[in-house]
């Protein structure tokens, strides 16, 4: 079956640092990655998406790059802000499933510190 | 324009109660999903739909029931409450087929159950 594995948090930074998170999958076919981010209170939103291998997707100074030969899906952003808190999570849309369902994984959560 | 509207925010039930969460989205989207959200656990399917009339189950379906009269609302049942069922419940839609394609969130639903 399909799985999204990313690394575990809090993931604790200060104002302007780079911040990486860690995410890989295991899927049959090709499928289409995404990250989405959740604020305190709120649903999630998407952040970016790749649909295909190579593509970069970014948004709000965050990158992730969509690696076929590592099944990866790394986010980054070179400088995080203190309204970049929040949980982030990685996820795939399997285009074998039927519907478009997303499997995602356990959510890293990130606080920035001024 | 509202999006994907979930009621209640929050609610408390006792074991053995039955409750219905409300989800509804004004965006046309044929595809609506019900998640639970766990700790580390990232978000679960719990059922989905592909259009009025047709649901189907997800990963963790057991003790939820749904139904898809119209486009717009997709409402989830709990027939008897359960403790292991206190989490916080997101409904989603997108447009279908869809992959590639964003699922919008609601805000979600916190339930406790006693």
């Known amino acids: 079956g399909n799985s999204v594995t990313q690394m575990e948090g809090p993931v604790t930074l200060s104002e302007e640092a780079f911040l990486t998170i860690n995410c890989t999958y295991t899927a049959t076919g090709y499928p289409s990655l995404f990250w989405y981010v959740q604020y305190p209170g709120e649903g999630l939103q998407l952040l970016l998406k790749a649909t295909k291998a190579d593509d970069k997707g970014s948004n709000k100074g965050f990158e992730a790059t969509y690696r076929k030969e590592t099944t990866s899906f790394h986010l980054e952003k070179g400088s995080v802000q203190v309204s970049d808190s929040a949980v982030y999570f990685c996820a795939l849309s399997d285009p074998q499933a039927a519907g478009n369902k997303l499997t995602f994984g356990g959510g890293t959560r990130v606080l920035v510190k001024p | 324009n509202a999006g994907v509207t979930q009621t209640p925010k929050f609610q408390v039930l006792k074991t053995g109660q039955s409750m219905t969460l409300q989800c509804a989205q004004d965006?046309?989207?044929?595809?609506m999903s019900w998640y639970r959200q766990d700790p580390g656990m990232g978000l679960r399917l719990i059922h989905y739909s592909v259009g009025a009339g047709i649901t189907d189950q997800g990963e963790v379906p057991n003790g939820y029931n749904v139904s898809r009269s119209t486009t717009e609302d997709f409402p989830l049942r709990l027939l008897s409450a359960a403790p292991s069922q206190t989490s916080v419940y997101f409904c989603a839609s997108s447009e279908f087929p869809g992959q590639g394609g964003t699922q919008h969130f609601g805000d979600g639903t916190r339930l406790s159950i006693l």
């Open positions: 965006m046309n989207h044929e595809y």
